[in-house]
Each structure stands twice: as C-alpha cells, then as structure tokens.
C-alpha cells in the first residue's frame, strides 16, 4: 500500500484563512470559493466559520458542525 498516511501527519497544522491561526485540520473545515477566478479551496477553522466567514464567491453549503 503506498503510504498516503505521511502525507496526513506532514500538515498536523493548518493556518486558518480567515484569522491566519494555526489550528489542527481536525477543527478546520473546507470551504470552496474562488481567487483570481479559480475554484479553490479555503480551510477555515470551525469558529471562523460559524461567525459567518466565507470564501469569495462561496459557492457551496456550510453545514454548522458543533465543536
Ligand atoms: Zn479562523
């Protein structure tokens, strides 16, 4: 099996997009917008996300997930 695991434990932490604090990935959520017109993904943490912050051009469904 090719070790697609090392690549999870590479990025134990992720700086959140909105408030650029590292967070772990397991209370970030990713949200799909666009910069410079590209689809792109923004990790979010989850209290970010909950206050209401999205990626320009949100284009999917934030579903609240509680901490
Ligand atoms: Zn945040």
Request: proline share 9%.
């Amino acid at each position: 099996m090719p070790s697609e695991k090392a690549k999870d434990n590479k990025s134990l932490v992720a700086v959140c997009a909105a408030c650029a604090k590292p967070f772990s990935p397991e209370v970030m959520v990713s949200l799909a917008g666009r910069e410079e017109g590209k689809r792109k993904q923004f990790a979010v943490c989850i209290e970010c996300a909950n206050h209401g912050w999205r990626p320009p051009q949100f284009t999917g469904i934030y579903t609240f997930r509680p901490q």
